[in-house]
Nanobody, 121 residues
Framework: QAHLVESGGGLVQTGGSLRLSCAWT??????MGWYRQAPGKEREFVSA????????HYADSVNGRFTISRDNNKNTLYLQMNRLKPEDTGVYYC????????????????WGQGTQVTVSS
């Protein structure tokens, strides 16, 4: 069965950077994504990437600041977050889709446990 584990979260000041990682086991080569959830809000889409890393998708709120990537030889997904803002604060979750190429109509099949990102003002 699938297991996904996020790491790399922490506390950073406005304008700083963090790099999140998501290591997976028990999965084939699938599209993967990052979502986040702020207190009192619904979990929202952040970014997604195709199985081979050739196609990337970003929410408007992070486009130009965040970069998603993956290393299939290491079974690891990454999210480089730059120029962080307080509104980026939340629990960040990685997940695997049931398809190889991301589309907005598809949902996450398997989730990680999340990692906390806090951006102070």
């Amino acid at each position: 069965q699938a297991h996904l584990v996020e790491s790399g979260g922490g506390l950073v000041q406005t304008g700083g950077s963090l790099r999140l990682s998501c290591a997976w086991t028990g999965l084939g080569l699938l599209a993967m994504g990052w979502y986040r959830q702020a207190p009192g809000k619904e979990r929202e889409f952040v970014s997604a990437i195709s199985w081979n890393g050739e196609s990337e998708h970003y929410a408007d709120s992070v486009n130009g600041r965040f970069t998603i990537s993956r290393d299939n030889n290491k079974n690891t997904l990454y999210l480089q977050m730059n120029r962080l803002k307080p509104e980026d604060t939340g629990v960040y979750y990685c997940g695997a889709y049931a398809v190889m190429w991301y589309g907005s109509a598809h949902g996450i099949r398997d989730w990680g446990q999340g990692t906390q990102v806090t951006v102070s003002s």
